[in-house]
């Protein structure tokens, strides 16, 4: 049996306010450990909350540190820049999320395991 194949893409280049046509998006999936993926409600009677997506990537050599003036993605690695989530299976993706990035917070599980 195999497995949908996964796709986290970030548009690090054009600004929040542009067109989704002409973002030009960047393949981070080599980097996410975990993606957790959240919309709706849970009970019939709850309020419908906006759907959110969170994911811890691996950020050892600081690619995805704001602060960082020499990481992969600087200086674009700001909040308000769109992310999408898609799986292909069967030779069809689909789009399991989309939205802005609301931060980039940094912790660290270790010593030398940046998150």
């Given at each position: ?61 600081r ?47 270790g ?5």
């Amino acid at each position: 049996m195999s497995m949908p194949t996964l796709l986290v893409e970030v548009g690090f280049i054009n600004p929040p306010t542009q067109d989704l046509a002409g973002t030009s998006w960047e393949d981070i999936t080599a980097y996410v450990r975990s993606i957790s993926i959240r919309r709706g409600r849970q009970f019939e009677l709850d309020r419908i909350e906006a759907g959110t997506a969170n994911l811890v990537l691996n950020n050892g050599d600081r690619r995805f540190d704001p602060t960082s003036t020499s990481g992969g993605y600087a200086p674009y690695v700001l909040p308000g820049r769109r992310l999408r989530i898609s799986a292909t299976w069967a030779a069809t993706t689909y789009r399991l999320w989309s939205g802005f990035i609301e931060g980039w917070p940094q912790s660290w599980i270790g010593q030398t395991d940046a998150v």
